[in-house]
């Protein structure tokens, strides 16, 4: 099963990659159901920015389900899990294809529920089914503002689709709900995307398999919501785009402060997806929604390296016999592996040096232009700028950090695991494929003009981007180089220390338990939303069921009393009429005997009588 998936997955994007390169628009649309007068419509529009996006999911899918079959080979279920892959990776095509806003709702909630799937997949373990219920039910928060949208979508604008919306006229919508509308959209990004409320589900979506967590990670689940905003951007206010900024400036704050401390190798990873998430709303926000589209696919690339790579060293440490029993994520039991995992360390090593912006890799372009971007905004995105200026710092920081405690100092393997082959050539290729796309050489052959490269010449989207800027420029490699010499010298520090010498500080525990929001999330549940919850169904019980139950009673009671009227009183006066007719017919039936004596008698007796009556 896994091997024939690979290959339909391999064949899908090859077809993906003839429609990429075709560059013609294909779109779709038919009446599906109807919602009183409204007809709602199931639509699809490939447009270049679809078909990328498209592409972009398929190819990271194919190098992640090639991985697997490595990964999950000595696992059980490992059928199980190749089908959830597959039902997610469908379901994020068909919200990436959608043209039509009740089409991508259902694809949104198909992408969720599969998520869920994905990680609480080893659901035997309490972490892991903790989490996924924890992802499943933040974003059920974030989808209620994306219904909202919609409603007001319809209510105003009808059944809009995404390729009309350049053409829309928003003065049909009064200002406040054109406000209401932007944040209720920027809501279900939060949920989705893992923004700020809602962004403590991304680092527990770890407990499921790595190459998964590569998949939500890099170009799937948590890229919908970015996606969503440049497919909807037309729709958003400046006020709207002011609070984006804000809230991806300061939600890939917090999650880079968060990866400073982490000892967990996929936690690492999973604060600096958070971060750089961030970054991608705020560059939404500053008006740059090509830019946020660039980053996304550079953070694609990156990211599913990053991860696979972590993926690698859990996988070869299960195999070593000094980690039997010990946590084989944490890194503070790593250190020295760059000799046993080569391809590995060359992979995670390329894709930093992109996720830090380092020149000549493919993150350098996309967050330089992030950068300027927000340089090239008004006085709120002059701050937000120091916000991701200072976030490129702690991303250098953190990432090498994490090469040095993984790959470099001394090596707390025995002999006898050296002898180990860690790295299986399926998840070499996906490894090397990958490090390769980080390079800026993959997207241009001059990193600094990727104008003249294959990516912005095919996609017309990215050729609005122009900013140009040395000082900013400048400061963005500044922060890259002070990150990574902030790096070394700790990691230095810290290797001529003793593990009883290692102590945290109180800022350091507070970035461990990322602000305890997590925390904060979990009391609100329990002492509010928790009480609520029971008091609203109490009040449902009681009161609502209550009078509906009454109301049902109501007609019941009514219809006893009219079968009892029918029964005794009208039934009762026809019985007792029928009754009494009989009664008298009978009685006159006596005096009918049909003899002519009896006729003459009864003669004599009426005119008998009617000459009395006629005499007084």
């Avoid at 008091?535 to 009671?557: A, C």
Wanted: charged share 10%.
């Amino acid at each position: 099963m896994p091997q024939v998936q690979t290959l339909l997955l391999g064949l899908t994007s090859l077809c993906t990659l003839y429609l990429f390169v075709r560059g013609e628009d294909v779109q779709f649309a038919h009446p599906w159901i109807a919602l009183g007068d409204l007809p709602l419509h199931i639509g699809f529009w490939l447009n270049d920015t679809a078909r990328w996006m498209l592409l972009l999911v398929q190819f990271i899918a194919f190098l992640v389900i090639l991985y697997s079959q490595a990964y999950m080979a000595e696992d059980r279920d490992k059928n199980r899990y190749f089908a959830y892959l597959g039902l997610f990776v469908s379901a994020m095509s068909l919200l990436v294809v959608a043209n039509h806003f009740l089409l991508l709702f259902l694809a949104w909630e198909l992408v969720g529920f599969s998520s869920y799937l994905l990680i609480g997949f080893w659901w035997e373990r309490p972490l892991a089914a903790a989490a996924s219920r924890k992802a499943f039910l933040l974003n059920r928060v974030g989808d209620i503002g994306l219904i909202v949208a919609l409603g007001i979508l319809f209510s105003f604008l009808g059944d809009i689709a995404f390729s009309d919306l350049a053409e829309v006229d928003l003065s049909l919508m009064p200002h406040g709900w054109q406000v209401a509308l932007g944040f209720a959209l920027l809501a279900a990004v939060a949920g989705k995307s893992a923004q700020f409320p809602l962004q403590v589900w991304l680092p527990d979506a770890m407990q499921g398999p790595t190459p998964a967590s590569a998949l939500i990670h890099a170009a799937t689940m948590v890229a919908a919501g970015v996606y969503l905003l440049v497919r909807v951007f037309p729709l958003f206010t400046d006020v709207v785009l002011d609070g984006m900024l804000l809230l991806g400036t300061f939600t890939a704050l917090i999650g880079a402060l968060s990866a400073c401390v982490q000892t967990d190798i996929k936690k690492v990873l999973a604060y600096s997806t958070v971060s750089q998430l961030g970054m991608m709303v705020a560059a939404v926000g500053a008006g740059a929604p090509s830019v946020a589209f660039l980053h996304l696919t550079t953070h694609a690339f990156f990211k599913a390296a990053l991860f696979l790579a972590a993926g690698t060293i859990i996988h070869g440490l299960h195999h070593v016999q000094e980690y039997h029993g010990r946590d084989v994520q944490d890194m503070r039991l790593m250190g020295g592996l760059g000799k046993l995992f080569p391809i590995t360390r060359i992979t995670f090593i390329a894709a930093t040096l992109s996720i830090t912006a380092f020149p000549f890799f493919s993150g350098f372009v996309s967050k330089e232009y992030i950068l300027l971007a927000a340089w090239s905004g008004n006085g709120l995105a002059k701050g937000a700028f120091i916000g991701l200026l200072l976030t490129s710092l702690l991303t250098a920081y953190y990432m090498f950090r994490q090469v040095f405690m993984i790959f470099y100092g001394r090596n707390r393997l025995d002999a006898e695991a050296a002898e180990h082959s860690l790295e299986p050539i399926s998840m070499r290729i996906p490894l090397l494929i990958l490090g390769a796309a980080s390079t800026g050489f993959f997207f241009a052959w001059n990193p600094f003009q990727w104008q003249t490269g294959w990516l912005f010449g095919r996609l017309t989207f990215l050729q609005t981007i122009s900013f140009h800027h040395t000082g900013v420029l400048v400061a963005g490699l500044a922060a890259t180089f002070l990150g990574s010499v902030w790096a070394f010298m700790q990691f230095k520090k810290s290797a001529q220390l003793t593990d009883s010498e290692v102590s945290l500080t109180s800022i350091q525990k507070t970035l461990l338990a990322s602000f305890y929001w997590d925390a904060v999330l979990t009391g609100l549940y329990r002492k509010v939303v928790l009480p609520l919850s029971r008091s609203l169904y109490r009040f449902d019980k009681r009161v609502i069921d209550g009078i509906i139950h009454g109301l049902g009673k109501g007609p019941v009671v009514i219809a006893h009393i009219n079968a009892w009227l029918d029964r005794w009183v009208v039934d009762g006066i026809l019985h007792v009429g029928s009754r009494l007719i009989y009664r008298i017919g009978k009685w006159v039936g006596q005096w009918q005997r049909g003899t002519v004596s009896g006729f003459l008698v009864a003669f004599v007796c009426c005119l008998l009588m009617l000459m009395v009556w006629l005499l007084f």
